[in-house]
């Protein structure tokens, strides 16, 4: 396995479900479970806040193309888009 950016682990997206869960589980939680490198937490509505009211296609946007610390795609360059916002959909379930 190889780490990207010091967060994200490279998965094969065949390996990953259209699942936001699963996606979140292999790709994102490296960094946004604990707050790694500036990634806002998945629990704290307020670090999300500002993403939230840019909307959904910014926040893919971001995904995609990277922002900060984050690589595009989370360090995981086979990530399909439909799997970005699957993950997406995830963390906006979560913080809730």
Known sequence: ???????ALIVPSAALAADGKAVYSQV???CHAAGVAGAPKTSDKGAWAARIASG???MLAAVLKG?????????????SDAEA????????QQIK
């Open 67 to 79: 922002k900060g610390a984050m690589p595009p795609k989370g360090g995981n360059a086979s990530l």
């Open 28 to 30: 994102c939680a490296q």
């Open 85 to 92: 916002k699957a993950a997406i959909n995830y963390i906006l």
């Open 1 to 7: 396995m190889v780490l990207a950016a010091g967060c």
């Open 56 to 58: 959904r296609e910014a």
